[in-house]
């Protein structure tokens, strides 16, 4: 079931804690001060500065030559794809991940370009000689293999660096390019413990969101060499996703960098506390992936915990039979113990 399946909508002031995403993270006023006071100028010219900036320095970070600003990881990731491929290429994906499902096909719908679904194993990778199997030879009855697509995390599950690359490798040696979702890529590192380059160093491109974990209201960005960026760029025009004086999306996307690292490892932490809570109470499986958990309960419970936990304050996704929760920025311990203790309620209440 997809990832947003069973979530729910709400305006709801009284909400302490929302485990429902890390999308639902709101920039704080130190964050909105630096994005009203932002130096902007137009993007789509190459003159916003802040944008420059946010560029210039991740692309630095993550070793590559250049990146591009987009407003959604979705449009990212479907610029690189078709930075990468033509029309009849193929993509070899993950069967769980993002890019196959949960973008609407795009790379299909507006590119052309066949995607093709291999099994991802139980880590969250997908297995060198499922890579090697799905590459096809050069026949005009068939796709053009050109692309790799990976992701990490992958449901909160970090995929070791060296597995990545016993995959890469194969896709390298056959001729293909690797593009890696790194929606959740600071996660990844501060899992992994490593540099942002070495993680980066795996792809080809990279797609980094802004707007999860790091917790700023728009953004990501593509990194990558200069031809293929360029192209992206291109590609963002004819997608519809240039933007003007977005330095003051920049700016809040630059704070992230500078304030909101460090702090993944909190959001790790309280996962943990919050499965060992839900393990205790022994109602359901409780799997937990960095910061993510994945609690599934009896299937008469699920509607009404649901209702219990929004009466508590508590926002939980409906996703069946596993319920995802994500811990975010905008989770403290404080909002976290009353998650806790709602769910203690209801299970002391049958």
């Known amino acids: 079931m997809s990832t947003y399946s069973g979530m729910t909508a709400t305006t709801d002031t009284d909400c302490i804690c929302d485990l429902r995403s890390d999308t639902f993270t709101r920039p704080d006023d130190a964050m909105r001060k630096v994005m009203a006071s932002a130096i902007v100028g137009d993007d789509v010219y190459g003159e916003d500065p802040t944008v420059n900036h946010l560029e210039a320095r991740l692309a630095d970070m993550m070793g590559k030559e250049a990146a591009v600003f987009f407003p959604t990881g979705t449009q990212s990731n479907l610029a690189a794809i078709m930075a990468h491929c033509g029309r009849g290429d193929e993509i070899i994906v993950g069967n769980e991940y993002h890019t196959f499902c949960d973008e609407a096909a795009g790379a299909s719908v507006l590119a052309g370009i066949s995607l093709n679904p291999i099994k991802t194993e139980a880590g969250g990778e997908i297995s060198p000689v499922s890579v090697a199997a799905a590459i096809k030879e050069d026949d005009p009855h068939y796709a053009r293999s050109r692309l790799l697509c990976l992701e990490n995390t992958v449901g909160g599950r970090v995929i070791p660096i060296d597995t990545i690359k016993s995959a890469t490798k194969i896709a390298k040696d056959n001729g293909l390019s690797v593009h890696l979702d790194g929606a959740r890529f600071f996660h990844a590192i501060t899992d992994l413990n490593c540099k942002a380059k070495d993680l980066a160093d795996c792809a080809d491109s990279v797609s980094l969101c802004m707007s999860k974990g790091l917790g700023a209201p728009v953004g990501s960005v593509l990194v990558g060499s200069r031809e293929l960026t360029a192209q992206a760029r291109r590609n963002r025009k004819i997608l519809g996703g240039s933007m003007r004086q977005s330095g003051v999306l920049a700016a809040a996307a630059l704070y992230a960098l500078d304030h ?73 311990d404080e909002s976290l113990d009353t998650a806790i203790k709602a769910f203690q309620s209801y299970y002391k209440s049958l």
Request: charged share 25%; glycine share 6%; net charge negative.
């Open 260 to 332: 909101n690292i460090e702090g993944l490892s909190e959001d790790h932490r309280r996962a943990t506390l919050l499965a060992d809570a839900l393990k205790a109470l022994d109602v359901g499986d409780v799997k937990i992936n960095s910061n993510m958990l994945f609690f599934t309960p009896a299937p008469e419970h699920h509607a009404s915990l649901h209702d219990h936990m929004k009466k508590s304050g508590v926002m939980i996704g409906g996703q069946s039979p596993a319920m995802r929760m994500v811990l975010h920025r905008d989770i403290n």
